[in-house]
C-alpha cells in the first residue's frame, strides 16, 4: 500500500485537513486491487463477442451445407420445360422427378358437362314438379320458394350436389345453366323433370350444352385418359396443363435438374466458409494500436479451424468425384475458399449423379463436413464455441463478485474512515481554542498577561 500524506500545517494552526480527499486517497490505494480483476473482465467480455459472432457464422455454415446435403434439398429440385407452351405448360416439377425427355402428344382436351334449359319468356310464368340433378331431388312448389328459376338456383347452389346453377337472361328468356363441378366423363350432368306454370305451360327441357370428356393424350406411346386438363399422373413427380390440341404433333417434355439453384447453394456455402475462416484470420494478429485481438492464440479457433479445413479434404469419392477442386471449389492461400460456376455447370451436366453422392452418401465430403460443424458451434453440450462461452461466464461471474464484494469492503471502510477522520480534524482543528483557554487560565493564575508583553 502506497503512502498517503496528511497536510494540515502547524498543529496549533487550527487549519485541520481535507478530509474527503483524504478519504480518497487512502482508498484508492485499496481499489488498485480491483484493477487486474477488471482488466480481466473486459477481456474476457471481448472475447464473448468474437465467440458470438464465430458461433452465429458457424451456424450459418451449418445451415448452407444443409442445402446441399439434404436428399430434399436443392439437388432434388427439378425444371420443366415444353417445346410447345401453347398446347402444353408445365406446371411444376416435384422432388420425385428423375430428369430425362418426354414426348407428348394431345388428342383432345378434358371437357367441363354442361347444360342450360328451355327459355322462360313470361316472368309471371312460375316452375313446378320436381327436378332430378345427379340422383338429387328438388320438388319445385311455394312452400319450398323454389318456384322462380332464382329460388330454384339457389337451392341448387346449397345442396352441395357438386353443381354450380346461374339464370342467365338474354332476348329470348331466362334459363336455368347448369355446370357440373368435376370435369371429364366422371362429371357428366343427369338432369330430368321440371315443367312450367302459366301462360306458358309445358315442359321445361335442358339440352345438353357442352358434354363431361377426359381429355386424351400419349405420353411416351403409351395412351392415357385425363378427366382434367391439369395432369399429375403421366410423368411421375411432372404436373402439367394442357391448353390445347397438338393435332398429332409432337410435344417434347423437357426435366432436368436445377443447376441455377445447386449453384446459388454452393456459392452461399462457399461464403458462408469463408465468414468463419476470416473469423478466425481476424483474431491471429494484433489491433491498430498494437495489442493483440481477443482470441489471439486461442485454442478453441485453432480447434475450429483444423476441424473445417481438416474436412475439406475427407469424405469418401463418388464415382468420378473424389475431391473438391472438381466440383470448381478452390482453396486460397489464406484458407478461404473461391468458386469456379462454369466448373460447376459443367460437372453438374456431366455427373450430376457423383456430385450427388459427394455430398450427400454416408461418409461423403459433405457428411464430414457436417458432423464436424455438429461438433464446433454453440450446440449444448459439448459444442467448441459453446464450452468456451461457459467457461468465460464462470469465469465473469467469479470475478463480478469479487469486484462486487470489494466494492462493499470499500464502501463499509469510506463510512469508517470518514467518521475517525472528521473526528481527528475536529481535534485538529480545536486546539487553538484549547491553547487559548490555557493561556487565559495561567494568566488567571499567575496574573501574567501574554497580550501585554
Known amino acids: 500500500m502506497g503512502t498517503v500524506g496528511i497536510n494540515f500545517g502547524s498543529a496549533t494552526s487550527g487549519q485541520g485537513f481535507d478530509v474527503a ?13 480491483e484493477t487486474p480483476w477488471k482488466n480481466q473482465l473486459t477481456a474476457l467480455q471481448a472475447q464473448d463477442t ?18 446441399l446435403t439434404d436428399f430434399t434439398g436443392v439437388f432434388s429440385e427439378k425444371q420443366g420445360s415444353s417445346s410447345n407452351t401453347d398446347v402444353l405448360s ?9 430428369a430425362g425427355s418426354h414426348t407428348v402428344v394431345v388428342n383432345s382436351m378434358a371437357q367441363t358437362s354442361s347444360q342450360a334449359s328451355s327459355a322462360v319468356t313470361d316472368p309471371n310464368d312460375t316452375l313446378s314438379g320436381s327436378l332430378t340433378i345427379q340422383g338429387h331431388i328438388f320438388t319445385v312448389d311455394s312452400t319450398n320458394n323454389d318456384t322462380t328459376l332464382a329460388s330454384l338456383a339457389s337451392a341448387i347452389n346449397s345442396a352441395g350436389i357438386g353443381v354450380s346453377a346461374n339464370v342467365i337472361t338474354d332476348s329470348n328468356g331466362s334459363r336455368l345453366s347448369l355446370v357440373s363441378k368435376t370435369s371429364g366423363v366422371a362429371g357428366q350432368l343427369s338432369v330430368t ?5 302459366g301462360a306458358s305451360a309445358g ?23 385425363s378427366g382434367s386438363n391439369t395432369v399429375s399422373d403421366a410423368i411421375p413427380g411432372v404436373t402439367f396443363q394442357l391448353l390445347g390440341s397438338s393435332s398429332g404433333t409432337q410435344i417434347q417434355v423437357e426435366i432436368t435438374n436445377d443447376n441455377m439453384d445447386i449453384g446459388t447453394a454452393m456459392g452461399n456455402f462457399v461464403a458462408a466458409y469463408n465468414a468463419v475462416i476470416n473469423d478466425i484470420n481476424g483474431q491471429e494478429k494484433n489491433d491498430s494500436s498494437g495489442n493483440a485481438e481477443p482470441l489471439f492464440g486461442n485454442s478453441t479457433l485453432a480447434l475450429i479451424q483444423s476441424q473445417i479445413t481438416g474436412a475439406l479434404f475427407s469424405g469418401a469419392a463418388s464415382g468420378a468425384i473424389t475431391n473438391i477442386t472438381q466440383v470448381g471449389i478452390g482453396l486460397n492461400n489464406d484458407g478461404t475458399l473461391t468458386l469456379n460456376a462454369d466448373t460447376l455447370n459443367s460437372v453438374l451436366n456431366s455427373n450430376f449423379s457423383d456430385v450427388t453422392g459427394f455430398l450427400q452418401n454416408s461418409g ?11 461438433n464446433l458451434g454453440t450446440q449444448a453440450p459439448n459444442g467448441a464455441v459453446f464450452l468456451a462461452q461457459q467457461q468465460n461466464s464462470a469465469q465473469e461471474k ?22 475517525e477522520l472528521n473526528t481527528a480534524n475536529q481535534i485538529l482543528q480545536s486546539i487553538p481554542a484549547q491553547l487559548n483557554q490555557v493561556n487565559e487560565l495561567y494568566s488567571a493564575i499567575t496574573g501574567f498577561n501574554e497580550r501585554s508583553q
Not at 193 to 197: A, E, F, K, M, V
Not at 364 to 374: I, K
Not at 398 to 419: F, H, P, R, V, Y
Request: charged share 10%; hydrophobic share 40%.
Open 21 to 33: 480527499s483524504t478519504v480518497a486517497q487512502i482508498q484508492a490505494s485499496e481499489q488498485a486491487i
Open 50 to 67: 468474437v465467440l458470438s459472432k464465430l458461433g452465429s457464422d458457424l451456424a450459418t455454415l451449418t445451415t448452407s451445407l444443409q442445402a
Open 90 to 98: 408445365l406446371t411444376s416439377a416435384s422432388v420425385s422427378a428423375s
Open 193 to 197: 323433370g321440371l315443367s312450367l306454370s
Open 203 to 225: 315442359p321445361i327441357t335442358f339440352p345438353t350444352s357442352q358434354p363431361g370428356l377426359d381429355a386424351s393424350l400419349t405420353v411416351d406411346g403409351v395412351p392415357i385418359t
Open 364 to 374: 461423403s465430403f459433405g457428411q464430414t463436413l457436417a458432423t464436424s460443424l455438429n
Open 398 to 419: 467469479a470475478l463480478s463478485t469479487s469486484i462486487s464484494n470489494e466494492d462493499t469492503l470499500l464502501a463499509a471502510q469510506k463510512i469508517q474512515l470518514t467518521n
